[in-house]
């Protein structure tokens, strides 16, 4: 074999293994980008999950902080009206918004009555 066909098989032998090794490299390419976006879905699913945990944990706290305002709130004015022995108007006024009172349904049953507290908020 002469010098020229050892270069010529060289070249055909490097030209076939050139094109083997881009090929490969295009399957992991074309395999990593899938994997990348899977990824990038799964982390996206996440987190709008957690954005939304996010929003409904907000709005326990911000109910948890309503009610620790009431509670703070009573606490006021019972430590102001701690002396008081009897019920008075301004004493029920200060701490009562409403009383509701339903018809009996029969004449053996109670009536039921609902009270509004000023310190309770409207919400719960």
Known sequence: MNIESRIRNMNKTMKRSMI??????????????RNCAEHIQRYETE???????????????????LQETCIKEFMDKAKTNIGMNDVTPKL??????????????SRNSGCAIKIRYTFQPECL
């Open 20 to 33: 083997e090794w881009l090929k490969r490299t295009q399957k992991l390419k074309q395999t990593s980008m």
């Open 47 to 65: 987190q709008r999950e957690l954005e939304a945990k996010l929003a409904e944990l907000s709005k326990k706290v911000e109910t948890m902080n």
């Open 92 to 105: 029920l006024n200060l701490f009562v918004t409403r009383i509701e009172v339903s018809e009996r349904e």
